[in-house]
C-alpha cells in the first residue's frame, strides 16, 4: 500500500502563476482532505471531498482557490493568481469514509508551496 | 482561545530523560490523534486514541475524556525523536476532519 502520495514535493511559482498541487488517497480510501500549514503556524483545515463530491469547504480562502476530486484520478487543489502569502506546506489526508470516524489519521507527505 | 492548546511549545531534554507533552480541548470530541512531524517532512500518526492508554515502543499516549486533556510521553528520550508533535483532535461538531494545536517543538540533546 503506497499510503497518500503527493506531488510535487516542491513547487516555485511566481506571483501571478497558478499552482497546482495533486493528492492520491491510499488504496480503497474515497475521502480526501486538504489541509494547509502557513510559516510558524500549525495546521488548518481547508476542504473536505468525497469522489466528485465537495462536502466542506468552510476553510477554503473565498477566491482563487479551488479543489475537485474526480471520480478518476487524483484529488486537486488549484490556486489561481499565487501571492506570497500562499507560500505554505499542503498536506492532504485520506480516509475510508465518514462510516470510520475513528481511524488512523493517514497524511501525504506534503507540497512545499514557495511564492517569489 | 484555540479549541486545542498544547504545552509547552517548546522544548529541550536530555537523551535519556523522560518527556512529557500535553494537550488540552474545549469541546467534545470523538477522537484524538497525536501526529509526528520532522523538518521539510510529511506527518506521521503515532497514536488515535478515544479513551484509556495506548503503548508504542517508547511512546505512551494517554486521555481523560472528563477532563479533556490527553498527555503524550517519550520515555527514554532519544535525539532521533527530535521533532514537532501534534495533537489534533475529530470535533463532534465538525465530522471526520481535524483541527489541530499549534505542535510541540521537541529537541532531544545528545
Known amino acids: 500500500n503506497a499510503g497518500v502520495m503527493q506531488n510535487p514535493r516542491h513547487l516555485v511559482r511566481r506571483r501571478g502563476q497558478e499552482a497546482r498541487l495533486r493528492c492520491s488517497p491510499m488504496?480503497?480510501?474515497?475521502?480526501v482532505y486538504w489541509y494547509r500549514q502557513l510559516p510558524e503556524e500549525g495546521l488548518k483545515f481547508m476542504v473536505y471531498l468525497q469522489k466528485e463530491n465537495i462536502i466542506d469547504e468552510s476553510g477554503m480562502p473565498k477566491e482563487r482557490f479551488s479543489a475537485e476530486f474526480p471520480k478518476e484520478g487524483p484529488s486537486i487543489l488549484r490556486i489561481q493568481q499565487v501571492v506570497r502569502g500562499d507560500s505554505a506546506a499542503y498536506f492532504c489526508a485520506s480516509s475510508p469514509g465518514t462510516a470510520s470516524l475513528n481511524t488512523e489519521a493517514f497524511f501525504g507527505q506534503g507540497t512545499r508551496l514557495t511564492v517569489v | 482561545k484555540n479549541e486545542v492548546e498544547q504545552s509547552p511549545q517548546n522544548l529541550t531534554a536530555q537523551e535519556g530523560e523522560f518527556i512529557t507533552i500535553n494537550c488540552s480541548y474545549s469541546v467534545g470530541i470523538s477522537a484524538l490523534h497525536w501526529l509526528q512531524q520532522h523538518p521539510g517532512g510529511g506527518i506521521v500518526s503515532l497514536f488515535m486514541l478515544s479513551s484509556g492508554k495506548k503503548k508504542h515502543g517508547r511512546l505512551i499516549a494517554t486521555i481523560n475524556i472528563q477532563e479533556k486533556h490527553s498527555s503524550l510521553h517519550i520515555t527514554a528520550s532519544h535525539p532521533r525523536d527530535s521533532a514537532v508533535y501534534i495533537c489534533a483532535v475529530r470535533l463532534r461538531t465538525s465530522g471526520s476532519r481535524l483541527t489541530f494545536g499549534e505542535g510541540t517543538q521537541l529537541t532531544v540533546n545528545p
Open positions: 488504496k480503497g480510501h474515497s475521502h
